[in-house]
């Protein structure tokens, strides 16, 4: 299986960024005639290796494929604390979801500012590229600046859900509400931060359209509350 880029083709001529191109030549440490896949404006190309100093290729074939799903997800992720937020990052990439909004509510324990600094916000997309290549996907998930609370009634969707830790018991309502998606219909789903949300963030986010769900009877960490509900609604989705 051919490794995937996201890269340009411009003149048919191959354009990759400098980690792609140290990737190739040092990590992978790739030869003249082998391939790799370059996607560009949702359709991947099939590049063979014709020089290494410089790095060029010949692009052997044009298809289009979709793994992406029918439906857009907008996850709203409340900051968490170091390598977690990376993972929700990278298996949120991976179950498919278009949107990432990260959410600042006022239990979060990281330091809010931090999550302005470009230096994050590029190290963030970072993650996003590399796993939309991992996953054979065609998209890489659009990563919204930090909101407030406030700024939720920016966000548009058909079916919104909001995971609540105090709600506790059955996932019926979570299933039930599901069951109403149709094909093409945006989901909007808000996951809270380590201390929870406080009543007030829950009451503005039904004012919002927010539907409450509980993810079970058990307590969850937040990154394992975001890749369940993730995966509980991918799978859902995959089966229409």
């Keep these: 299986m051919s490794q995937r880029y996201f890269g340009a083709i411009i003149n048919n001529r191959v354009i990759l960024n400098d980690d792609d191109i140290n990737h190739i030549l040092k990590v992978m440490r790739m030869k003249i005639n082998e391939e790799i896949e370059v996607v560009y404006k949702e359709k991947v190309h099939l590049c063979k290796i014709i020089s290494l100093k410089p790095l060029d290729f010949e692009i052997v074939a044009t298809r289009e494929e979709n793994h992406e799903l029918m439906n857009n997800i907008t996850l709203v992720m409340s900051l968490i604390k170091g ?10 990439t991976e179950l498919g979801v278009q949107e990432i909004v990260l959410l600042a509510t006022s239990r979060t324990i990281a330091n809010k500012k931090n999550f302005r600094l470009e230096h994050k916000i590029n190290r963030y997309q970072k993650i996003l590229k590399e796993a939309s290549e991992q996953s054979k996907r065609i998209k890489i998930p659009y990563l919204h600046r930090l909101i407030d609370f406030s700024e939720l009634k920016n966000i548009k969707a058909d079916h919104k859900f909001i995971a609540y830790e105090s709600a506790g018991g059955k996932t019926a309502s979570f299933l039930n509400g599901l069951k109403n998606i149709k ?27 927010y539907q409450i769900i509980s993810l079970g009877r058990r307590i969850l960490r937040a990154e394992t509350a975001a890749i369940y509900a993730l995966s509980v609604i991918d799978s859902y989705l995959e089966k229409k």
């Excluded at 390598?83 to 949120?92: G, N, Y």
């Excluded at 094909?183 to 359209?209: D, M, V």
């Design 183 to 209: 094909k093409g219909e945006s989901i909007s789903l808000i996951i809270g931060p380590e201390g929870g949300f406080s009543t007030e963030e829950i009451n503005l986010a039904t004012l919002n359209g």
């Design 83 to 92: 390598e977690k937020l990376d993972l929700v990052l990278q298996k949120a």
